[in-house]
């Protein structure tokens, strides 16, 4: 993640330039599920993870097994069956993730439009994360960026008025499907 950059100061006339170092070193992925069900709190579950070194890493971002591990934790945390609405990340189309999706029972998958991330409640987390957390933060080693990306969202996992919020900011609304007597 690119420490995000809140505020800057510069002479009238001259472009501030924020050096950041270590950029091609080494790459922090995120990847989180925000949980909404009728009558309980909102969760939010993620899981950091740190790539190696450039030259040394072959996939630099979440692969289809770090999802489906995460689909696998998410079920056994909340004992029930996942309503699973992603974004068009091209791993979430993966067919092997895919597969695993549908011999599992226990997930429905359905996609947001494509460029439509206003409609993802778990980029409303990101951005909170980037302003609030990460903004004029210089991280003294890798070590201490992945601590920090493990506090934060531990904080806002304790407020779900916090996570619900993300999903009203969308716009979208959960509806209880009613079952109709015969």
């Known amino acids: 993640m690119t420490p995000p950059t809140r505020r800057t100061w510069a002479r009238r006339g001259h472009t501030p330039l924020v050096h950041v170092r270590g950029r091609t070193q080494r790459r922090f992925s995120i990847a989180a599920l925000t ?8 969760r939010l579950i993620f899981r950091p993870k740190r790539h190696g070194a450039h030259k040394e890493a072959k996939r630099r971002s ?45 997930i429905t998958t359905h996609y947001l439009p494509p460029h439509a991330p206003d409609l993802n409640p778990v980029e409303g987390i990101w951005s909170l994360l980037r302003r609030r957390c990460q903004a004029n933060t210089a ?20 407020h779900s008025d916090i996570i619900d919020s993300c999903l009203t900011a969308t716009g979208l609304s959960l509806t209880a499907s009613r079952r109709q007597s015969q």
């Open 62 to 106: 979440f692969t289809w097994t770090d999802y489906r591990g995460l689909l696998i934790a998410a079920h056994h945390q909340l004992g029930a069956p996942i309503v699973l609405i992603r974004d068009n990340l091209n791993v979430h189309k993966d067919a092997r993730l895919r597969a695993f999706v549908d011999s599992h029972g226990w």
């Open 35 to 42: 949980c909404y069900k009728h009558g309980e709190r909102s």
């Open 139 to 158: 991280f003294t080693d890798p070590d201490h960026l992945l601590a920090a990306l493990r506090r934060r969202p531990r904080q806002i996992q304790y």
